[in-house]
């Protein structure tokens, strides 16, 4: 090594920075830092801002198909709205028309168009009275009496609303130590036929007109009646039949022959024997002291009954029984 490169090295190895130099070196540093902080900052700033952005675009996109789908069923609703009223308005009208036709029935002493089972002209005077494929409501109420028949094709089972009616009343009754059952609920057309025919047959039509309901003509076809624990007169004046004779009313039952009206219904008092009609009617024919017949002012007679002639030919060939058996008595 030459005698220069030794001096060389040796200013090297001794050099010190000037500290003004070492100073700008700092400072130089500290730009640089700050500028690439700053650079980094812009960089979140631009992703931030672009980030931002798009979910601005994507709320102003939902916000718009949201506010189209609201005036789309705005729109469909309106116009649903509108067939509806249209709709509720054609019904109004028609029920007005019905009721009209009612009126001038009632007004009229009752005649009406019947599909099936004829015109019953002077019933039902002073109300509305309406016959419907053979099924006659007065003010509402199915009737069936002597008068008035059902269908043989008329099967509606015991009736739920008057079924659930009976055993919130026997859990009423129990409650005050009465037992209630239903002993005979409903009967279809056929099985009426069969026990009425088996009476007329043995002891003719009068004899069987005294102890069963000729088809059609029993309200257990109805769903809405009930016998209550003994369909007899073992049961007149028992502790459960004075119960039901003071609380039936108030779960919508009336005893539908009750003591004094036999001119009337037609049949012997039958304590066990219960209507459904609901509450407000049962209690409004109850508190008047009167039977079903008089409170829809109807007959309950064979004789205004349109199928009358039919029954008298059929069991013409049968003499009257003189017999005094009464081991049935099922009246109704």
Known sequence: MSENQDNFSNKNDEYEYDPAVLEQIREAKIRRQRADE?????????MILFGGGLVIILAIIIFISL?????????TSSSSDDQTASYA??????IAENNADSSDTAENGGDTENTNTGDYSGQAEGHTLVTENGITYVDGILIVNKTFSLPSDYDPGLDPEAEAAFYEMAGAAWEDGITLWI???????????????????????????KISARPGHSEHQSGLCMDINDPSSSFNGTAEAIWLEE??????????FPEGKEDITGYEYEPWHLRYVGVEIAQDITNQGLCLEEYLNVTSDY??????????????????????????????
């Open 38 to 46: 700053l650079a980094r900052d812009r960089l979140h700033a631009k």
């Open 67 to 75: 506010e189209g789908k609201s005036t789309s069923t705005e729109n």
């Open 89 to 94: 308005a054609d019904d109004l009208t028609s």
């Open 183 to 209: 002993a005979s609920g409903y009967r279809t057309y056929d099985y009426q036929d069969e026990l009425f025919d088996r009476y007329a047959t043995e002891r003719g039509l009068d004899e069987a007109d």
């Open 247 to 256: 609380h039936c009313a108030e779960y919508g039952f009336i005893v539908r």
């Open 303 to 332: 004789a205004d009954s349109l199928e009358n002639e039919d029954f008298i030919e059929k069991y013409a060939a049968y003499e009257t029984s003189s017999s005094e058996d009464t081991s049935v008595e099922y009246g109704e």
